[in-house]
């Protein structure tokens, strides 16, 4: 899908090259799953697509789990990202990405919360909502469930499907790739849809 079918005011709703869901500029995306479900591809997926349109992003990375080298190799051009690391709290990631939502010039702040996502009350989420929407940005965000209820323009959960082992003898040990899907858990325009996806490991 291109940024023609994609809406007006959108970053994009999906990658064209790869069928990838992306987030919509001056709206609130989620996407959530569990452990090896691909969300944190996803993640790279999203920051390497808007590099590649010559824009800036922000990575809000609670945990600092985030691997430069690795988005690196991916194809994220580093340059044209800002890495906020908060060595776990989550109260600083949420200041942090409130604050840069606020900000002019970055087409999407992402924000990595991890397994651990703290409860939102629904001023603070619907400040963020209202926020995003001043500044034209698109706030990404990235956790085992879901954040902002209502103010999330779109959430997408992703599924591990299949695991795919490589390596010598009948019973190899080496994880080669994992299959992931994704669906679609709240949509306020015409729910998109992705197919499964491999994850080389």
């Keep these: 899908m291109d940024d023609a079918t994609a809406g007006e005011g959108a970053l994009g709703t999906g990658d064209p090259t790869t ?50 080298g690795l988005a690196s190799r991916a194809g994220v051009d580093l340059r044209r990202l800002l890495w906020v690391r908060c060595g776990g709290h989550r109260d600083v990631a949420l200041r942090a990405a409130d604050m840069l939502v606020r900000c002019p010039g970055f087409a999407l702040v992402a924000l990595d919360l991890g397994e651990r996502v703290p409860r939102l009350s ?12 001043r500044t034209d940005v698109a706030l990404l965000i990235i956790g085992r469930r879901r954040l902002t209820g209502s103010s999330a323009a779109l959430a ?14 009948a019973a190899p040990t080496r994880l080669a790739r994992v299959r992931t899907t994704t669906r679609v858990l709240r949509s306020r325009r015409a729910a998109p849809g992705w197919p499964p996806l491999w994850w080389s490991a």
Excluded: N, Q
């Design 122 to 133: 629904t001023t603070l989420a619907f400040r963020l909502k209202f926020a995003v929407r």
């Design 19 to 68: 069928k990838r869901p992306v987030p919509i500029r001056g709206e609130i995306t989620e996407i959530v799953g569990g452990p090896s479900s691909g969300r944190t591809s996803h993640l790279v997926a999203c920051l390497r697509y808007v590099a590649s349109r010559g824009e800036t992003a922000a990575l809000v990375d609670t945990e600092e789990v985030f691997d430069p």
């Design 156 to 169: 997408i959960e992703t599924l591990r499907e299949g695991i795919e082992w490589a390596g010598p003898g």
